[in-house]
């Protein structure tokens, strides 16, 4: 089963900032620009989670263009330019090749 | 627009099986590459998930899970049931359900319910 690990797991930015979250997979979920089954989903302070990225790299409907998504086989990176706000919660990593299923450990996102 | 709502008991005695429903609307789970999986999340922790079902019936399990799962589909009311057997109170949690959408290159969770929290208590 592969396993996710996410990095940091918690971070405390000024509004403004960028910010970088990696997410490492125990086996590569494929190289071809096609193919990455790995997702992103942000879960803001009592709320459900929500997609935020998907295919690695894609912006899911609605999301701002100050997310984006990056990497492929085992090594992955979510990133958010300009911190607002409303981007607190806690961000999970997802890989969705083969199940079961598995998320990462998270990471929360504070404002200071 | 795409809803899903999870129902069922929100307090079970250990030893007992849950029982969970997802009704949900906006997707036909007769559309090749639809799927409706189940995660829950215990208080404080991260997510884990559980279960999923396709809309070819083919049906997948957490193997981590020691309870027994089991989910089926009803087509005709919008509706997957989910059940997990032997409940114990490290079973507390908050368990969602999810409209997958998923295709030769991907597959993600595109819409969540907004979970309902289970108590396992005597």
């Known amino acids: 089963d592969i396993v996710l690990t996410q990095s940091p797991l918690s971070l405390s930015v000024t509004p403004g900032e960028s910010v970088s979250i990696s997410c490492r997979c125990s086996?590569?979920?494929?190289?071809?620009?096609?193919?990455?089954?790995l997702d992103w989903y942000l879960q803001k302070p009592g709320q459900s989670p929500e997609v935020l990225i998907y295919l690695a790299s894609t912006r899911a409907s609605g999301v701002p263009d100050r997310f984006s998504g990056s990497g492929s086989g085992t090594d992955f990176t979510l990133r958010i330019s300009r911190v607002e706000a409303e981007d607190v919660g806690v961000y999970y990593c997802?890989?969705?090749?083969?199940?079961?299923?598995?998320f990462g450990q998270g990471t929360n996102l504070e404002i200071k | 627009q795409i809803t899903l709502r999870e129902s069922g008991p929100t307090l079970v005695k250990p030893t007992q099986t849950l029982t969970l429903t997802c009704t949900f609307s906006?997707?036909?789970?007769?559309?090749?590459?639809?799927?409706v999986g189940w995660i829950r999340q215990p208080p404080g922790k991260a997510l884990e998930w559980l279960a999923l079902i396709y809309w070819n019936d083919d049906k997948r399990y957490s193997p981590y899970v020691k309870n027994s799962l089991t989910i089926s589909k009803d087509t005709s009311k919008d509706q997957v049931v989910f059940t997990m057997t032997n409940m114990d109170p490290v079973d507390t949690a908050t368990y969602y359900c999810?409209?997958?959408?998923?295709?030769?290159?991907?597959?993600?969770?595109?819409?969540w319910g907004q979970g309902i929290l289970v108590t396992v208590s005597s």
């Open positions: 997802m890989q969705a090749l083969q199940t079961p299923f598995t």
């Open positions: 086996e590569s979920l494929g190289q071809s620009a096609q193919h990455h089954y």
């Open positions: 999810a409209h997958l959408v998923s295709t030769m290159t991907t597959g993600y969770f595109q819409d």
């Open positions: 906006g997707f036909s789970l007769n559309t090749g590459g639809v799927g």
